[in-house]
């Protein structure tokens, strides 16, 4: 018998990126198989949850933009730039089954694991890129997800006035940002405030350790 599996923590494999560095597959009974990045998960059961906190709040919403209609019936299809194992995909699928996914991620690495490890949804089309130059031509979308990160950190140039711009050419874009009260609270106001530029409404959403920007014009 394998006793490692009775464990709280197994390390199921260890891989190298040129990308992300090393990228850690662990499974515990908390918080299932996940893969660690930089001390950080990047992709499991507990971004799962974020992401479905999240589209389920946006779900069971009214979407203002819209003269109020319901979110439900406007997401036909979907971009998930910074796709990594993809934890969302099983949410947003459950929220709207019939919506077209293409996910984006410069990683290779990461994907394969997440279809090794997490089932990623085979119905995705997978796009391996830098999703700064994907949305230089990526428009017309009905949900743009945004969960773009280099091991702890949200690259600058996701931040800058080009891609924002990108972004706003479709019709709701959430945007994933982890932050804590205590090191970087003024995020939300800066944050905020540079996505006002582009986006008629910038709401926020928080669930667990992150906060969501919701942008619609």
Same mark, same amino acid.
């Given at each position: 018998?394998?006793?490692?599996?009775?464990?709280?923590? #197994?390390?199921?494999?260890?891989?190298? @990126?040129?990308?992300? +560095?090393? =990228?850690?597959?662990?499974?515990?009974? %908390? !918080? *299932?198989?996940?893969?660690?990045?930089?001390?950080?998960?990047?992709?499991?059961?507990?971004?799962?949850?974020?992401?479905?906190?999240?589209?389920?709040?946006?779900?069971?919403? #009214?979407?203002?933009?819209?003269?109020? @209609?319901?979110?439900? +019936?406007? =997401?036909?299809?979907?971009?998930?730039? %910074? !796709? *990594?194992?993809?934890?969302?995909?099983?949410?947003?699928?459950?929220?709207?089954?019939?919506?077209?996914?293409?996910?984006?991620?410069?990683?290779?690495?990461?994907?394969?694991?997440?279809?090794?490890?997490?089932?990623?949804?085979?119905?995705?089309?997978?796009?391996?890129?830098?999703?700064?130059?994907?949305?230089?031509?990526?428009?017309?979308?009905?949900?743009?997800?945004?969960?773009?990160?280099?091991?702890?950190?949200?690259?600058?140039?996701?931040?800058?006035?080009?891609?924002?711009?990108?972004?706003?050419?479709?019709?709701?874009?959430?945007?994933?940002?982890?932050?804590?009260?205590?090191?970087?609270?003024?995020?939300?106001?800066?944050?905020?405030?540079?996505?006002?530029?582009?986006?008629?409404?910038?709401?926020?959403?928080?669930?667990?350790?992150?906060?969501?920007?919701?942008?619609?014009?």
């Amino acid at each position: 018998m394998d006793w490692n599996f009775w464990r709280p923590n #197994k390390i199921l494999e260890t891989r190298t @990126s040129k990308f992300n +560095g090393k =990228i850690t597959v662990r499974k515990s009974w %908390g !918080l *299932g198989t996940y893969l660690e990045v930089g001390g950080l998960t990047q992709s499991g059961w507990i971004l799962e949850k974020i992401w479905s906190q999240t589209l389920r709040h946006l779900h069971n919403s #009214k979407f203002s933009a819209r003269g109020g @209609s319901a979110l439900g +019936g406007i =997401i036909h299809n979907s971009l998930i730039l %910074g !796709l *990594g194992g993809g934890s969302v995909i099983k949410p947003l699928k459950k929220y709207w089954p019939k919506a077209k996914i293409t996910g984006v991620d410069i990683d290779p690495v990461m994907v394969k694991l997440g279809q090794k490890y997490l089932n990623l949804d085979k119905s995705v089309q997978i796009v391996i890129s830098d999703a700064f130059s994907y949305m230089r031509h990526a428009t017309g979308y009905d949900l743009v997800i945004v969960d773009l990160y280099h091991g702890k950190d949200f690259p600058q140039k996701f931040e800058s006035d080009k891609f924002l711009k990108k972004l706003s050419k479709n019709k709701l874009v959430i945007i994933n940002r982890a932050w804590n009260k205590r090191d970087n609270g003024l995020l939300i106001v800066d944050f905020r405030e540079k996505l006002q530029k582009y986006f008629r409404d910038v709401d926020l959403f928080y669930p667990v350790a992150n906060v969501m920007f919701v942008c619609s014009n």
